[in-house]
Antibody, heavy 117, light 111 residues
Framework: QLQLQESGPGLVKPPETLSLTCTVS??????????WGWIRQPPGKGLEWIGH???????YYNPSLESRVIMSVGTSNNQFSLRLSPVTATDTAVYYC?????????WGQGSLVTVSS | QTVVTQEPSLTVSPGGTVTLTCTSS?????????PNWVQQKPGQAPMSLIY???YKHSWTPARFSGSLLGGKAALTLSGVQPEDEADYYC???????????FGGGTKLTVL
């Protein structure tokens, strides 16, 4: 059974960098059949697609965030990561890592990141 | 900017049938938008129910079905159960820009 687990600081000061890592178990980030992505949800609001990437290095970002986002995949620990910089209070959200296999099938439990000085 | 629109809220009686829809500001939704439907219950992570318009995951209850109706993506719940009370989000793929866009979500109340 595939499992995804987000990890990273729960508090980030503006205008610093938000960094999150997603650890994949029960599967491999190097499996070329899949894409890996990030989705976020501000408190009390809807879902927002941030972007996704393929093991080959191809990345696809939400145009509204593209100038601030970097996603990468690391095979040594079977992880992929998200960096968002610089952050503001509007980046406060629960961040989910997800897998795409024809659909966004597997989701992590989410990591709340609060942006505050 | 592309906007995906869903009904903000719907109410259905237990055992009833309800259809949630998803429209695109760019025009008719087709299979090429690979409509996905995601369910989120309070305090929980979202869970995928439907992908590529009508395909179900192994964990998707049989009472959920996806389709295209009148230029919209649709999610139909037949024989609604109290545990189906949740927020439902549609997600569309815009291949030209290679981006995914979520709808604002529908809050489904079972009453």
């Amino acid at each position: 059974q595939l499992q995804l687990q987000e990890s990273g600081p729960g508090l980030v000061k503006p205008p610093e960098t938000l960094s999150l890592t997603c650890t994949v178990s029960g599967g491999s980030v190097s499996d070329t059949d899949y894409y890996w992505g990030w989705i976020r949800q501000p408190p009390g609001k809807g879902l927002e697609w941030i972007g996704h990437l393929h093991y080959s290095g191809r990345t696809y970002y939400n145009p509204s965030l593209e100038s601030r986002v970097i996603m990468s995949v690391g095979t040594s620990n079977n992880q992929f990561s998200l960096r968002l910089s610089p952050v503001t209070a509007t980046d406060t959200a629960v961040y989910y890592c997800v897998r795409y296999s024809g659909g966004w099938d597997y989701w992590g439990q989410g990591s709340l990141v609060t942006v505050s000085s | 900017q592309t906007v995906v629109t869903q009904e903000p809220s719907l109410t259905v009686s237990p055992g009833g049938t309800v259809t949630l829809t998803c429209t695109s500001s760019t025009g008719a939704v087709t299979s090429g938008y690979y409509p996905n439907w995601v369910q989120q219950k309070p305090g929980q992570a979202p869970m995928s129910l439907i992908y590529s318009t009508s395909y179900k995951h192994s964990w998707t209850p049989a009472r959920f079905s996806g389709s295209l109706l009148g230029g919209k993506a649709a999610l139909t719940l037949s024989g609604v159960q109290p545990e189906d009370e949740a927020d439902y989000y549609c997600l569309l793929y815009y291949g030209g820009a290679q981006v995914w866009v979520f709808g604002g979500g529908t809050k489904l109340t079972v009453l």
